[in-house]
């Protein structure tokens, strides 16, 4: 190789190709992984923006400040957003598509132009999406629960639908691209029980989104043909049944539970072990309840129908197997916690984003359990403590391990550091703010304040309030971020290869990594968080 | 690095990947994933069928006998042989042979029309029988239990109408590999594509014997 | 707005109460199953936030002092793990036996007093007591007396929420579900609609008004309705031409229906059923599903002809039928002919 072609090749992915098709057109991992960034940060302001009026309009008993049914398309419009548009991709397809041919030591995924395609089909499928929900409005929820969606919501349901399946094709293709790249490209010597917690987690929310999402479609297409055709498969007045609807809607829906939070448990791994400078208690263990987690998640979808009438014994079944789903998560909460055992803990900002989400998910986790015992379920079941509950999983667990993780590879992603300090605030006021929002609402599920409500008895007022007061508190906690953050760009400090001293291929590259990764091929030869041998180097 | 494009014939994997064995396996996995994914497709459609089936046996049962056995029949002889050519093309492919190749994907190609048309003629003939329910045209049932039979009709259409979606993106790609096969300027990457469009095919082929067996021949 | 809403917020069981009213048995038995699960996770909580704050401060990278040898072994690990699992399996177990006793039970109930037929409509409850009357968003039931509830809707999903009782059951369009309660205290309870069904939702609320033996007796006879459901549904019986077939009074052969309710019903498929209230509203909307041994399956559907109020009608009808009514029935007709 000549010595231009030598130093063309080790310039960084950012540093040339800055004209627009040049990202438009880009089949780079990395180049993606920044059009997804864009894409789910515009969705995940939009969605929280329908969020922040539901709870001005919740801060009165009364229905003052929209109409019933502008509240209706605002909470629809919230879910559908935040489940499909945000939390499925969320950290697979943005940390995920930037790390996971790093981690493994691999030039690029398997098939980069599937790549590029999925991320044109999940922002063109979404903006459409969102285009038709804000011009004529979907009320129907984001679960499209038969025969309300179907047969009595009007407007633009079959546009939403349509949307939502096509964005579903998106996950497909991350889906099969992340299988194939883990299998067939790890680099030598970099075994399975050598691979990051992060791949791990990556892959097996892969397997859930290839094999779950193709239900969700079938079923959408049926919505959609008998709206639009009235090929009526769910139609009462045919002998059809409305609850086959929910199985089949929460065979894909459930399991995508876990495509939303298996990857929040894979980042959490990465920055307990860094900023514990120590190895991952119990790595096996961890990496075989991600399966186990896996397995179990598609068994367990009729627990979400536990008072719809489906059989006495088919809710004991669904309620056994969630109680057994909820024992890897246990043992992964027993474990991160016990990786701080004898470790060196720096409490920099992305070890507080990590901490607070083991402690708000092991409150989500724990709810998790009231909802899986069958008589409680019966009580709260849609009332407030079932959205505080999967708040505290998605958001509390999610959406923090995201930003978590944002925080941690920053650096490898830009070449630039954040400010430390605004970036601790940002972490506390998540925190704060997170738990004064949705801890009052556990407790007025449970006094029994049904959910989807626009108007509602006066006396929970007092707790709604505080809900609302939480969710501005919240919103500082977004909003702090994407200000420095988008200020690092131009002004912060300049990224050292690797700032935090931690393990992991993507390390050993430069920051921002040259355009094909590495300038020369990896091997591995060691398990993975071997902290002792970088400390003592 | 600015990629020059490849004008030699010389047989190089993508960037991505080390050697050819790599790709080629990939590209495989790839596909096999992507079968699984279309089979849970299906699959849901099935089950919900598969649901009304037990909950109305009898209607079900002779709601079928109204269905064109011998056409269905016939038109699954078409498929399985069409898979047969698909077969052959893969193997001409992989021996060099490009007039043999282009001639098995006609005849693939040219059977698969045949089939669509067969089935484009089975839909006309229940809609001038009035069996067919869609957008509001008339349904009108002869046998018992009008309201039970039109569901049966409702999943048929369904699943022939996804079926034939199918068909028609097989036949479209096949109809590229046709192409490329005239070009033939990387034998070895047009012989993965054959390949992996022989995969899908033959997945095609599979799911029809399901819809042939749980709409045609579960009659009374 | 649409004036078959609820205009107002029933004004009962005011304040917040952050564990509702236990007006039932199986309230306070919730309770303690609910408290149990408080207890459980606030101890594992603690434990975990615990152990976070003591390895923080202990284990702090600027404590230079503190004993970081001796990691454990991978053994150790994995023993500890085990360990970690089979105490939570135990744990869970426990709750889930618990938790699904008291479900079985909360579906399972005594043999009613009484049971009362609850529809669910876009957007308010109608309600039909056994006697015929009828009333909307509210309930009046006697207090400790079993009561059975039938509960279908006549449009989308519903679902019925009493906190104060803990029960909630998915109200179905095409199918009829059952829940019963007990209720312990005299007094006004809130009634939900917890299934979104769209734009009055959140203004679907009644409420259940629990009363004594007494007060019951008399608002009832306030109420005065002139008929009873059955004979309500024994009109409706003679009116869509049923009797014509099942009183043997045309040519069509049907079977009998007296005294049908309770008992097993041999089937044309060799199958034998038991004759209950889904089977008989089975019966008239899909004829086809059971066909009785030695009949035609001639019987059309009546599936959309009769409101879900008239189908309860016709089935409470039919239960109420005791072997024989019809022979006497025939007979007395037959003496009055030949008078």
């Given amino acids: 190789m000549s010595e231009a072609a030598a130093n063309q090749a080790s310039e960084s992915y950012l540093s040339r190709g800055w004209r627009l098709r040049d990202w438009l057109f880009t089949t780079d991992h990395k180049r993606v992984a920044w059009l997804y960034t864009v894409s789910i940060t515009a969705f995940f302001f939009l969605g929280g923006l329908a969020a922040l009026v539901i709870r001005l309009e919740l801060i009165t008993p009364e229905g003052d400040v929209v109409s019933a049914d502008a509240y209706n398309q605002l909470f629809t419009i919230h879910g559908v957003v935040m489940v499909w548009f945000f939390l499925i991709p969320s950290i697979p397809n943005t940390l995920g598509n930037f790390l996971l041919p790093l981690m493994v030591g691999a030039k690029d995924l398997a098939f980069p132009k599937l790549n590029i395609i999925s991320w044109y089909i999940y922002t063109i499928g979404g903006v459409f999406t969102i285009a038709a929900v804000i011009t004529s409005g979907v009320d129907t929820g984001w679960t499209f629960y038969t025969p309300y969606s179907t047969q009595y919501a009007d407007r633009a349901v079959v546009a939403a639908l349509t949307g939502v399946f096509v964005v579903g094709f998106s996950s497909i293709l991350t889906g099969i691209n992340f299988i194939v790249t883990t299998h067939k490209m790890r680099a030598p010597g970099l075994t399975w029980f050598r691979l990051p917690l992060f791949v791990w987690a990556n892959y097996a929310t892969s397997l859930v989104m290839v094999l779950a999402t193709p239900v969700l479609s079938a079923t959408l297409i049926l919505l959609i043909l008998e709206r639009m055709l009235g090929i009526g498969i769910f139609d009462p007045a045919l002998g059809g049944d409305p609850i086959l609807f929910q199985h089949l809607f929460w065979f894909y829906s459930h399991p995508a539970v876990y495509i939303m939070i298996l990857p929040g448990m894979g980042v959490v791994s990465e920055l307990i072990t860094c900023f514990s400078r120590k190895t991952v208690f119990g790595y096996h263990g961890m990496a075989i309840s991600i399966l186990a987690i896996t397995v179990f998640g598609f068994l367990v979808w009729g627990h979400h129908m536990f008072v719809s009438g489906q059989s006495l014994y088919a809710g004991l079944m669904f309620s056994f197997f969630t109680f057994l789903v909820a024992l890897p998560s246990a043992i992964k909460t027993f474990n991160w916690t016990a990786t701080l055992y004898k470790g060196k803990l720096i409490f920099s900002a992305v070890m507080i984003y990590a901490l607070s989400f083991v402690g708000l998910f092991t409150i989500g986790g724990f709810t998790g359990i009231f909802l899986a015992s069958l008589a409680v379920d019966v009580h709260v079941h849609d009332t407030y403590f079932v959205v505080a509950h999967f708040h505290y999983i998605m958001v509390g667990g999610m959406v923090t391990a995201y930003l978590g993780g944002l925080h941690f590879w920053w650096p490898k992603m830009t070449g630039r550091m954040y400010p430390e300090i605004w970036a601790k605030v940002a972490a506390l006021a998540l925190f704060i703010g997170f738990n004064l929002t949705f801890f009052p609402q556990y407790l007025m599920g449970y006094a029994g304040m049904p959910r989807r409500y626009q108007t509602y008895p006066e006396d929970f007022q007092i707790l709604h309030v505080m809900s609302s007061l939480g969710a501005g508190v919240l919103a500082i906690g977004y909003l702090l971020p994407l200000v420095y953050l988008l200020w690092s760009l131009r002004w912060g400090k300049r990224a050292p290869p690797n700032p935090w001293r931690a393990a992991g291929l993507e390390w050993r590259t430069d920051s921002p990594p040259p355009k094909h990764n590495f300038l020369e091929p990896q091997t591995v030869t060691g398990p993975p968080y071997d902290y002792d041998t970088i400390d003592n180097k | ?220 | 707005m649409n004036d078959e809403v609820a205009p107002y917020l029933p004004e009962v069981e005011k304040g917040l109460h952050l564990i509702p009213t236990q007006a039932t048995e199986h309230a306070g038995q919730l309770d303690h199953l609910y408290f149990a699960l408080v207890g459980a996770s606030a101890i594992i909580l603690l434990m975990v936030v615990g152990l976070i704050a003591f390895f923080g401060f202990r284990y702090r990278a600027g404590n230079k002092a503190a004993d970081r040898s001796n990691l454990p072994s991978t053994r150790t690990e994995n023993r500890v793990e085990i360990a970690v699992l089979a105490a939570m399996l135990v744990a869970f177990m426990g709750f889930f036996a618990w938790a699904t006793t008291l479900y079985l039970d909360s579906y399972r109930g005594p043999e009613p007093a009484m049971t009362i037929d609850v529809i669910g409509k876009q957007w308010m409850w109608k309600i039909q007591h056994p006697d015929g009357t009828r009333e909307i968003n509210a309930i009046h039931v006697p207090v400790d007396e079993v009561i059975r509830l039938r509960v279908t809707s006549q449009d989308v999903i519903h679902s019925f929420f009493v906190p104060a009782f803990r029960l909630k059951r998915d109200v179905v369009p095409g199918t009829e579900k059952t829940a019963w309660f007990k209720a312990t205290e005299p007094g006004e309870y809130r009634l939900f609609c917890a299934e979104y069904c769209g734009s009055f939702h959140s203004r679907m609320l009644g409420k259940v008004v629990v009363m004594d033996r007494g007060d019951y007796q008399a608002w009832l006879t306030r109420q005065g309705s002139g008929q009873t459901l059955a004979s309500a549904g024994k009109q409706l019986f003679q009116a869509h031409g049923c009797s014509g077939c099942h009183m043997g009074k045309s040519n069509a052969r049907a079977p009998s229906l007296d005294g049908l309710y309770g008992r097993s019903v041999a089937l044309d498929s060799g199958e034998v059923i038991l004759a209950d209230e889904a089977y008989i509203r089975d019966s008239i909307l899909q004829p086809d599903k059971h066909i009785a041994a030695g009949y035609e399956p001639i019987m059309p559907s009546f599936a959309g002809q009769l409101s879900e109020e008239d189908i309860l009608r016709i089935v409470t009808y039919i239960k109420s039928l005791q072997p024989g009514d019809w022979v006497k029935e025939s007979v007395k007709e037959n003496e009055g002919e030949s008078r």
């Fill in chain 2, 1 to 220: 690095m600015t990629t020059t494009p490849s004008t030699t014939s010389k047989a190089a994997p993508d960037e991505q990947f080390d050697d050819l064995t790599q790709q080629r396996q990939a590209d495989l996995m790839g596909m096999w994933i992507f079968l699984a994914t279309e089979l849970m497709l299906f699959g849901g459609i099935f089950t919900a069928f598969t649901v009304y089936r037990f909950a109305y046996p009898e209607v079900f049962a002779e709601a079928a006998t109204h269905l064109d056995l011998k056409l269905g029949t016939f038109n699954t002889a078409l498929l399985v042989t069409s898979s047969l050519f698909m077969a052959l093309a893969e193997r001409a492919v992989n021996a060099g042979q490009r007039r043999k190749t282009l001639a098995f994907l006609f005849v693939t190609i040219g059977i698969g029309v045949v089939f669509l048309g067969i089935k484009g003629y089975e839909w006309h003939h229940e809609y001038t029988e009035k069996l067919m329910p869609i957008l509001g045209l008339a349904f009108e049932y002869p046998g018992a239990h009008p309201d039970r039979a039109e569901m049966f009709f409702n999943f048929y259409y369904v699943l022939t109408g996804l079926h034939a979606v199918h068909m028609s993106l097989g036949l479209v790609t096949l109809s590229v590999m046709v192409v490329f096969t005239w070009r033939w300027r990387d034998p070895s990457r047009l012989g993965r594509q054959i390949q992996i469009n022989g995969l899908y095919w033959a997945f095609v082929d599979v799911v029809w014997v399901f819809i042939f067996t749980t709409q045609y021949l579960l009659r009374a």
